[in-house]
C-alpha cells in the first residue's frame, strides 16, 4: 500500500512503501530501483528492509532532531542509515559488503574531491542500489569559511559527485562537522536540495575499536529508540564493525527506512564546467606522475642489469657526497597539505 503524507509549509510529501499485516502474512517488498540481492528472497534472519520513505526535496527540508525538529517521519523503533566521508574503497566495499549480506540499504553522503579521487568505487554504491547524497567538496567547516566559498563547496561537490555517477544524485544534504550556517541553508532552500543532520553518532572516527563502534550504536539507541545513525565508510572501526552493528540492529528488533528522493539534485552549468577542467587537469597530474614512475623504474632496472643507457637517453646524474633530502610523502590530491579533516580519527592511506 502507499499513502502521501503532507509536512507543513516545505510541501514535504512522504511516500510509505510498507506491507499490512492485517491483510496479509507475507511483507511487500518495497518499490526499488535496484532490487535487493537475489539471494534475499530466500532469507529470513537478515535485518532487511522495513519501508522506503520517497523524499521531496522542495524548499530544502530539514531532518535529523539533533539540530532540526520540523520533519519527523520515523517511527519508534526505526533507523536509517547513513554514510559520510568517503568513497574509500578497501573500507567503502567492506560496508557494501555487510549492507548486502543483511540485506539492507544506506543512504551515502560522499565528498566531492573523494569521487574523484575513487569513482569506482562510488559508481559501486549506486550500483548496488544506495542512495547516494552530497557532503561538499572538500569538507570546509561552513562556519569558517565566506559565503561565496560555501555555495562553491555545495555546488562544486554536487558537480563532481554527477560527474563521477554519470547521472544526478539525490538531492540530500549534510553539512561537514553537521556545522550549518543560515547563509548556506538559504542557498540550499532555493536549490531545492533537502539537508539531513542525525540523531544517533557512532562516534567511529574517535576510535580504532570496532567495540566502541557497536557500543556507541547501541546505547545511544536505548535512549532514542529511533533515527538517522551516522557512520563514516572512510574509517576502518566502521567498516570492520558494520556485521556486529547490522546484527545487533536486528536482534535488537529494529527497522531500516530507506530513503530515496522524488526528483534527483540538479547540477548549475557553471560548476560543471570548473569541474571538468579540474578533473582534467588531475588526469594529466596522475598521468604523469605515472609515465615518470615508469621512466624511474626502468632507468633503475637498466643500472641494475648492468647494460648501458640506450643512444639519446640522458644517462642519470651522479649522486652528491651531502646528506640526501628526506624524500616526501606521497599526499593524494584529495588530502592536501594543512587539511586534515581525515586524520581527525583513524582514515587509513589504502
Keep these: 500500500m502507499t499513502s502521501k503524507l503532507g509536512r507543513g509549509a516545505l510541501g514535504l510529501i512522504i511516500t510509505w512503501v510498507f506491507a499490512l499485516a492485517a491483510q496479509s502474512t507475507e ?24 519501508r522506503v520513505v520517497e523524499i521531496d526535496t522542495t524548499a530544502g527540508p530539514r531532518f535529523g532532531a539533533s539540530q532540526y525538529k520540523d520533519n519527523a517521519f520515523l517511527e519508534d523503533g526505526e533507523v536509517v542509515l547513513t554514510f559520510d566521508d568517503g568513497p574509500a574503497h578497501k573500507y567503502t566495499l567492506a560496508v557494501l559488503d555487510a549492507l548486502d549480506a543483511e540485506c539492507t540499504r544506506a543512504t551515502f553522503f560522499p565528498v566531492g574531491r573523494m569521487a574523484l ?9 549506486a550500483k548496488r542500489g544506495h542512495t ?18 560555501g555555495k562553491e563547496e555545495i555546488e562544486l561537490g554536487l558537480s563532481a559527485v554527477n560527474h563521477v555517477l554519470g547521472a544526478p544524485p539525490a538531492p540530500f544534504f549534510r553539512f561537514p562537522y553537521l ?10 532552500e532555493t536549490r531545492n536540495l533537502g539537508v539531513f543532520s542525525i540523531e544517533v553518532d557512532s562516534r567511529d572516527f574517535t576510535t580504532r575499536n570496532p567495540g566502541n563502534v557497536l557500543r556507541n550504536v547501541v546505547n545511544q539507541l536505548k535512549t532514542a529508540r529511533k ?14 564493525a558494520m556485521p ?18 522524488k526528483a534527483p539534485a540538479a547540477t548549475l552549468p557553471e560548476y560543471d564546467a570548473v569541474l571538468a577542467k579540474e578533473f582534467e587537469r588531475r ?16 632507468a633503475k632496472g637498466t643500472e641494475a642489469s648492468g647494460q648501458a643507457t640506450p643512444k639519446g637517453d640522458t644517462p642519470p646524474v651522479a649522486a652528491s657526497d651531502g646528506p640526501k633530502p628526506r624524500p616526501r610523502a606521497k599526499k593524494p590530491f584529495w588530502r592536501p ?3 586534515d579533516w581525515q586524520l581527525r580519527g583513524y582514515i587509513g592511506d589504502e
Design 132 to 149: 547516494v547524497g552530497l557532503h561538499s567538496w572538500s569538507h570546509k567547516n561552513f562556519k569558517s569559511i565566506s559565503t561565496a566559498k
Design 244 to 261: 556486529s552493528v547490522l546484527a545487533a540492529l536486528r536482534t535488537g528488533g529494529f527497522k531500516v527506512v530507506h530513503l530515496i528522493p
Design 227 to 240: 533515527g538517522i545513525i551516522l557512520f563514516h565508510d572512510l574509517q576502518p572501526s566502521t567498516a570492520s
Design 27 to 50: 511483507a511487500a517488498e518495497p518499490d526499488l530501483a535496484v532490487p535487493l540481492p537475489a539471494a534475499c528472497a530466500a532469507k529470513t534472519d537478515v535485518l532487511g528492509l522495513s
Design 337 to 339: 597539505a594543512g587539511d
Design 283 to 298: 588526469k594529466g597530474v596522475v598521468a604523469s606522475a605515472a609515465v615518470s614512475e615508469a621512466a624511474a623504474g626502468a
Design 179 to 188: 556545522a550549518d550556517t543560515k547563509t548556506a541553508l538559504s542557498h540550499l
Design 117 to 125: 579521487a575513487d569513482p569506482e568505487t562510488l559508481r559501486e554504491v
